[in-house]
């Protein structure tokens, strides 16, 4: 066997490999053994027929899997030979192959890159408090008597928090919103919806909440709606300025429940002091969550910045693709119209570039890591994987395990997905950590 390598890039190579008769002879044999052994012809038992019939029979099937075994042994004695650390085989060209004649096979493979570790123990991470302050826990209880709170109808006007009932009919330099964005009427004409006057969180119209105060029941008030230049959901709305006419048709004041054994009983404690001392525990764990996840970021970022090395473009182009599928799927999920990734194509297929060449190079990373420092995946490991997806998919465990092991490719990504997650934890249990300067109050 000759092996001829040359460089395309620094990652990626192109290999002719060329086999003599000999080799080609010794495959085509194999196969005339395998075709054979499980022929069936009348008059003939299994394993029987001749071999001049089998190949008179099954010719261009054999002939097919003749070229196969040929590129396989290709590919494996280059492997053996160059001690190629291929990632991905890009592209494969088999020339002509038949018995007696030796045979050339093209092969375009991307390596894995060759690059020095830096130092990545004691990587810098700030950690924020974790002890929820008084004022925390007190917000998250009147967060929890919200949610059981009742609506009355308040004769008076509204005020921070009320809800008010109310219609709206919006133009846009006279135009109305409803012929704009056809299929998103919502934003056009709506006979009646709820609005939280002065909410936390914004309502379907962008500030229209916060110009709801001191309005009563039958009022009628124009208001001015000024929608983001980002404004995603209708794209064609973006960077707009609306006038919308408003009718408020009711007002109701929210009524939180009082802090009595019912309420205290509905989450299992007995008094005050006990739901105090819950929710304090809640927020603390959910403290100690986001941090963890923010300095799992952070220690990825440093590592990331510590070093540049150019990374396989085949890895690349798959993740960019995962990386806008994901994308398009969100969206249209928010309710932009598919014709809108047309119009931002381009854009879109260079942002998603540029993502996946930063993923593939810290997967890379975490590859190298995960092997310096023996790190494996367990069965445990896999086990918990398994419950945490099937969970997350809303499947039955036993079931979930029976399809990953079926399919070894997403068996195989599972796998790998562990080991990245435990290169990032090892990180972070070197990283060093710095607490973060106290807020001002």
């Known amino acids: 066997m000759n092996i001829q390598v040359n460089d395309v890039s620094e990652t990626r190579k192109s290999l002719v490999i060329t086999l003599d008769a000999t080799e080609v002879a010794t495959e085509q044999k194999a196969v005339l053994a395998e075709f054979t052994h499980y022929a069936q012809l009348p008059g003939f038992r299994p394993g029987k027929v001749p071999p001049a019939m089998v190949a008179q029979r099954y010719g261009k099937q054999m002939a097919e899997e003749l070229k196969q075994k040929v590129v396989n042994r290709a590919y494996r004695g280059a ?6 650390p291929i990632l991905t085989v890009v592209n494969v060209e088999p020339g002509d192959v038949a018995a007696g004649q030796s045979a050339s096979v093209n092969l375009t493979v991307d390596i894995r890159p060759e690059f020095k570790l830096p130092e990545y123990h004691g990587l810098p991470v700030t950690a924020e408090p974790t002890d929820p302050t008084d004022a925390e826990v007190e917000t998250m209880i009147t967060g929890l008597r919200g949610e059981r709170a009742d609506f009355k109808v308040a004769e008076r006007a509204a005020q921070k928090g009320d809800f008010v009932k109310l219609s709206y009919t919006g133009k846009i330099d006279g ?10 009427q919502i934003y056009g004409a709506v006979p009646q919806t709820w609005e939280e006057v002065e909410g936390e969180h914004p309502g379907i119209l962008p500030g229209l909440g916060a110009q709801l105060t001191g309005l009563n029941a039958g009022d009628q008030k124009t208001v001015a709606i000024n929608f983001p230049a980002e404004f995603s959901a209708v794209p064609a709305l973006a960077g707009k300025a609306a006038s919308y006419e408003v009718s408020i048709q009711e007002v109701r004041e929210r009524v939180l429940p009082a802090l009595d054994e019912a309420f205290f009983k509905a989450h299992q404690v007995e008094n005050l002091e006990g739901l105090q001392t819950q929710v304090r525990a809640n927020l603390k764990m959910q403290k100690d969550y986001q941090n963890l996840g923010a300095q799992r970021r952070q220690v990825t970022e440093a590592l990331a910045a510590k070093i540049d090395f150019p990374v396989p473009q085949s890895m690349v182009d798959a993740e960019a693709q995962q990386v806008l599928r994901q994308f398009i799927e969100e969206n249209m999920r928010r309710g932009v119209p598919e014709d809108q990734f047309q119009k931002d194509k381009k854009q879109l297929v260079e942002g998603a570039q540029k993502a996946a060449h930063g993923r593939v190079k810290l997967q890379l990373l975490l590859a190298r890591i995960a092997e310096e420092e023996k790190l494996s995946v367990t ?13 997350r998919t809303n499947e039955k465990p036993d079931k979930f395990a029976k399809e990953l092991a079926r399919n070894r490719e997403q068996l195989r990504a599972a796998q790998q997905s562990i080991l990245f ?5 090892f990180l972070v249990s070197k990283a060093k950590v710095t607490p973060s300067a106290p807020q001002p109050a």
């Open 379 to 391: 069965e445990r490991d896999l086990d918990t994987f398994i419950y945490r997806e099937a969970a």
């Open 79 to 84: 492997v053996e030979d160059k001690k190629l």
């Open 175 to 184: 135009k109305p919103v409803s012929e704009i964005a056809p299929d998103q």
């Open 421 to 425: 997650d435990k290169a990032v934890d």
